[in-house]
């Protein structure tokens, strides 16, 4: 047999896991360049690694046995396993990017091969838009394998990468070597039979095989699943108080369900959340929440439909959200980061903000009476290049509401002076932002009269929230866990 040459790591590690093939580089959007950066407010967020649990009643709610359509694809190096298998599995979010491509993204060795530590940014910075997460997990039983498989691809109908000992697989059984690291996919599964079907990109001996759950599951790497989960916190946007106890409250979609939940403030814990949305609302591609538009004292919510691209504005209500009512025609779906940003119109309602993707302009949208305005550009490009755009108090002391954002090329976190019809002069508040998520401004949460921000960290799914100071956020505390779709 050939050399592989990859290394093997230390029973138990995630951080380290070495996978056969792949390598990572952010291939992020090209950024505006801001001017230099101002005094760091807030504090870097530090990451941590953690496996995902998929939650009991999800696996549950599998059928008996399910395969999805896969094309297989098989690695063009001996060290691309990772970045082929890869490709198979973002195909099931109807991601097409080729071996090749995330062989560089990777930064897959030739000699080293791929570490998951080096895969799952990559994976992430695909399917984060789309509602999912990658995360380490471990499947080293049958039943916690079988539940995991019968998760992803029986109910979120997503293939997941599977790590394991190459020459312990048996159709690999002339193999010589001992701990060959190597990656393959799962694309289906049969509870009744205690089986799963996997796809081996290895040439030599790969393609398609069926095996026994027990039999895989002590083929598996520690922490060597590649598990997906259907993100708890889509859309994630605050609501202003919507249950009456005097506290701001939030909302988020279930990706998995389509289901949208209330979760009251000021833990925003899953075991208090309300159901205020029954199905559909992972067929919203964003939501937002803006303030009072219908006159009725609550806030509301805008939401863009994935399919025509229309867009909704939802009436706030006690433990609810009421009928919706259409304030944009189409187009919506060319347009991202929707945010509620308060008034800088000076007509007293609050406005709304959006990316226009094909070319990167921001767009004022002023809130009307159940409806949003002819729209103002107040960027001129660039802004594709940030995300994670939120709309927060005044926090630079001039009286108007401000705009936070994230770079993509580097992780910083820059606030916008909101001005009359425009944003001004950004300046940076911190770095590592990269791995925080759905960036959300909340009214007081901490009990100190100042509004708050909360943000989920991808790696782990845990919800952070930043206090309010007069000039930015103090360092973060953890509320709640379970927002990459794991029990909480």
């Not at 939802?314 to 189409?330: E, F, H, L, Q």
Request: proline content about 5%; aromatic content about 6%.
């Amino acid at each position: 047999m050939r050399s592989f040459g990859r290394r093997v790591l230390p029973m138990g590690s995630v951080a380290a896991l070495i996978l056969a093939g792949g390598g990572l580089t952010d291939a992020a959007d090209a950024a505006p360049a801001p001017p230099k950066p101002g005094a760091n407010l807030v504090a870097r967020p530090a990451t941590t690694a953690m496996a995902p649990k998929v939650a009991a009643a999800a696996a549950a709610a599998a059928p008996t046995s399910a395969k999805l359509s896969l094309k297989g694809q098989y690695q063009a190096t001996n060290m691309n396993c990772v970045p082929t298998s890869s490709s198979m599995s973002l195909s099931t979010f109807g991601v097409s990017v080729s071996q090749t491509t995330l062989a560089k993204q990777m930064g897959t060795s030739a000699t080293k091969g791929t570490t998951g530590a080096q895969a799952r940014p990559v994976l992430n910075s695909y399917v984060d838009p789309l509602g999912y997460s990658y995360g380490f997990a471990d499947a080293s039983t049958s039943s916690s394998l079988m539940a995991k498989v019968s998760y992803d691809v029986g109910v979120l109908k997503r293939a997941p990468v599977l790590g394991v000992w190459m020459e312990k697989l048996p159709w690999n059984s002339k193999m010589t070597g001992s701990k060959v690291g190597h990656a393959i996919v799962a694309y289906g599964y049969d509870r009744s039979a205690g089986t799963i079907t996997v796809f081996d990109p290895w040439k030599s001996t790969g393609g398609t095989h069926t095996i026994a759950a027990s039999k895989l599951a002590a083929d598996m790497q520690p922490t060597g699943m590649f598990l997906v989960t259907g993100r708890t916190d889509v859309g994630l946007s605050t609501l202003g108080d919507q249950t009456g106890d005097g506290t701001a409250d939030a909302v988020a979609v279930d990706q998995a369900t389509g289901k949208l939940w209330l979760y009251p403030g000021p833990k925003f814990a899953a075991t208090s959340r309300k159901l205020i949305g029954s199905s559909g609302w992972n067929g919203m591609r964003e939501l937002t929440g803006i303030g009072d538009l219908t006159g009725d004292k609550k806030a509301d919510l805008i939401a863009a439909r994935k399919s025509d691209g229309t867009l909704w504005l939802y009436p706030g209500a006690t433990n609810a959200v009421g009928t919706p009512i259409k304030i944009g025609n189409s187009g919506w779906n060319g347009m991202a980061e929707l945010t509620g940003i308060g008034d800088i119109t000076g007509d007293g309602r609050a406005d709304l903000i959006a990316v226009q993707k094909s070319d990167g302009t921001l767009w004022l949208y002023p809130g009307g009476a159940k409806k949003v305005g002819t729209r103002i550009k107040i960027g001129n490009s660039g802004w594709n290049g940030m995300e994670k755009l939120a709309g927060v108090t005044d926090i630079t002391g001039d009286g108007k509401p401000d705009l936070l954002a994230v770079r993509k090329s580097d992780g910083t976190l820059w606030v916008y002076p909101g001005g009359v019809k425009k944003v001004g002069t950004p300046k940076q508040l911190g770095s590592g932002w990269g791995g925080i998520r759905s960036l959300t401004l909340t009214g007081d949460i901490t009990g100190d009269g100042v509004s708050d921000l909360v943000g989920v960290e991808a790696s782990t799914g845990v919800m952070y929230v930043y206090a309010g100071r007069a000039t930015g956020y103090s360092a973060r505390q953890q509320l709640t866990t379970g927002w990459n779709g794991s029990a909480s």
